[in-house]
T-cell receptor, first 111, second 113 residues
Framework: SQQGEEDPQALSIQEGENATMNCSYK?????LQWYRQNSGRGLVHLIL???NEREKHSGRLRVTLDTSKKSSSLLITASRAADTASYFC???????????WGAGTKLIIKP | DTAVSQTPKYLVTQMGNDKSIKCEQN?????MYWYKQDSKKFLKIMFS???????INETVPNRFSPKSPDKAHLNLHINSLELGDSAVYFC????????????FGQGTRLTVV
């Protein structure tokens, strides 16, 4: 079953602008992960944030987690054409040892 | 060296055929997965193996049978292929069952005609 829902489904911005994607989920989690998928390729792990963390940074990426609202956001600053991809959030399912995925946000960076 | 490699990358086959997709990881991970990604990009787990033992078997037709000869390999065999099986299938691995970072293969685009 799908737990994560990304918002927006698609986002098109100019190079250099910031891109923000959101993820909402339904049940309690241990951690939440963000992945990137370039067209025709496999998914690449970007960042993992644990349920007791509120914010995490990795290079131009900033992830926040609000467990009270069951939501997370991924901010990409100073976007580049190479950031064009689909971005997915994935949450664990507690003791079931599986990740549950959203449908992804398709990000297009216009040069 | 590719961390998680799966073959073939493309597979076009007729309905009713039997086909296999192979996956190998050289990361020394204990856990491997098969995912199906449909045309709307939804990613759904099919199977998960930990140290050659099946730990997740989601509701997939029993025409799909995973086989793990050792913990570095997890192959997917599909019998009596149907049109609805057309999708991209991804193999992935992670260090353990604790839902750490997952590493994905490049995917196998299966087209059933």
């Amino acid at each position: 079953s799908q737990q994560g829902e990304e918002d927006p489904q698609a986002l098109s911005i100019q190079e250099g602008e910031n891109a923000t994607m959101n993820c909402s989920y339904k049940t309690s989690i241990n951690n939440l992960q963000w992945y990137r998928q370039n067209s025709g390729r496999g998914l690449v792990h970007l960042i993992l944030i644990r349920s007791n963390e509120r914010e995490k940074h990795s290079g131009r990426l900033r992830v926040t987690l609000d467990t009270s609202k069951k939501s997370s956001s991924l901010l990409i600053t100073a976007s580049r054409a190479a950031d064009t991809a689909s971005y997915f959030c994935a949450t664990d399912a507690g003791s079931n040892y599986q990740l549950i995925w959203g449908a992804g946000t398709k990000l297009i960076i216009k040069p | 060296d590719t961390a998680v490699s799966q073959t073939p990358k493309y597979l076009v086959t007729q309905m009713g055929n039997d086909k296999s997709i192979k996956c190998e990881q050289n990361l020394g991970h204990d856990t491997m997965y098969w995912y199906k990604q449909d045309s709307k990009k939804f990613l759904k787990i099919m199977f998960s193996y930990n140290n050659k033992e099946l730990i997740i078997n989601e509701t997939v037709p029993n025409r799909f049978s995973p086989k793990s000869p050792d913990k570095a390999h997890l192959n997917l065999h599909i019998n009596s292929l149907e049109l609805g099986d057309s999708a991209v299938y991804f193999c992935a691995s992670s260090q353990d069952r604790g839902l750490t970072e997952a590493f994905f293969g490049q995917g196998t685009r299966l087209t059933v005609v």
